[in-house]
Structures are given as C-alpha cells and as structure tokens.
C-alpha cells in the first residue's frame, strides 16, 4: 500500500503570511494532484503535477514535484481568508485505477 | 451541467438496516468510485468502476456492494449498516481513472446508530 504523508496536520495563520504544506512518501508516484476541499462539499482539483522537479503555479499558489516522484509541496504567498480549507494532495503509483490520498491539511487564514 | 449528483445529502439508519447511496453523472466519465472521509483518516476508496459492467475492489471494499449497469450511474449499498460505516461517502469520477482529475459530489453524510 502506498501511502502519503501531509504535515502539517493543522494550520492557524494570519492573513498576509506565507505558508508551506508538504506531502511524502516512500514510493514513486507517476503523478501527483493537489484538491482543495470547503466544508459540506467535494474537494475540487486545484493541479496535477507529473514530471519530477516540475513547477506549477496557480495565482499565489505554487506547487512542486520532487526530483524523484516521491514528494511535493504547496507554498502560499500572502494567504487570504478565502485560502481557508482542507488542502488534500493525492498520487497516482501502481495502479492506474487507485488514487491515494493524504490525509490532509487544514488550513485556517484569519483576518 | 449538473456533474456528480449524489442523494441524498443526509441520512440515518439504524444498524440492520440496508439502504443505497446514488451516484449519477452527466459527463460520459468511464471511471466512477466511492471513497469514504472520516476524521483523521482522509479520503479511502471503497469500490471503483472502469465502465459499464466492470467493478473492482478498493481499500475498504467489506460491507459495501456496487454494480454500474449504465456508464451514468454507480450506486453504493449498504446491506447491513453498523455504526463503523458512520462517514461521508464521496463519489468520484474521471475520464480514466487516477491519472486523470478525479470530479466529486458534495457528499452524503450517513450516520448509523
């Protein structure tokens, strides 16, 4: 079984700072997405990153894919209110038909 | 364009009883699952599909069943509910499989007392 770690696990910070989410593991993944997800609804994909090293930005989030497929991480430049939520990243290993997901970060910006 | 349509939103049973959460979507996605979310547990997949009449196992396959007779619909059944199967249950769907962005519903939150 593949699995996905997310530190950390809870996140309380003021609007207008920067923040880092990170997700690992110890297998190889041959893709990784990154969800968002509000209260009462379904995380909604926010990117997918498939090339080890790859860099993808999304306004003020910036997501990365580690050189060997086996980690990545979400940075937030000047978290607003509307950043708040569950912050899931997701990756795609062995099988095709499998997604495993971490187990999150919940994210609070306060104004 | 509705997406992924779950019902219903909110449900209670009491352990015994069975009951079928539905799964309806509207944008011709051959790949369909349900994942469950319980706290500190993050999102775990129950069943999947890769078209009309093909399902396969996932994490947390015991005490749910499915079947997809249609490439629109996959419901998930509970035949005997136990106050373990207390969650949110998520359908997801995907034009093929976890490679591709997986679609959500909003959700039906079961509690089983």
């Known amino acids: 079984t593949q699995l996905l770690e997310q530190s950390p696990q809870f996140l309380s910070i003021q609007e207008g700072e920067n923040l880092t989410v990170y997700c690992n593991s110890s297998s190889v993944f041959s893709s990784l997405q990154w969800y968002r997800q509000e209260p009462g609804e379904g995380p909604v994909l926010l990117v997918t990153?498939?090339?080890?090293?790859e860099v993808k930005k999304l306004k003020r989030l910036t997501f990365q894919f580690g050189d060997a497929r086996k980690d990545s991480s979400l940075h937030i430049t000047a978290a607003q209110p509307g950043d708040t939520g569950l912050y899931l990243c997701?990756?795609?290993?062995?099988?095709?038909?499998?997604?495993?997901f971490g187990k999150g970060t919940l994210l609070t910006v306060n104004p | 364009n509705a997406g992924v349509t779950q019902t219903p939103k909110f449900q209670v049973l009491k352990t015994g009883q069975s009951m079928t959460l539905q799964c309806a979507q509207d944008?011709?996605?051959?790949?369909m699952s349900w994942y469950r979310q319980d706290p500190g547990m993050g999102l775990r997949l129950i069943h999947y599909s890769v078209g009309a009449g093909i399902t396969d196992q996932g994490e947390v396959p015991n005490g749910y069943n499915v079947s997809r007779s249609t490439t629109e619909d996959f419901p998930l059944r509970l035949l005997s509910a136990a106050p373990s199967q207390t969650s949110v249950y998520f359908c997801?769907?995907?034009?093929?499989?976890?490679?591709?962005?997986?679609?959500f519903g909003n959700g039906t939150r079961l509690t089983v007392t």
């Open positions: 990153v498939v090339t080890g090293g």
């Open positions: 997801a769907t995907s034009v093929n499989g976890g490679a591709s962005p997986l679609h």
């Open positions: 997701a990756g795609c290993g062995g099988s095709n038909y499998k997604l495993t």
């Open positions: 944008m011709n996605h051959e790949y």
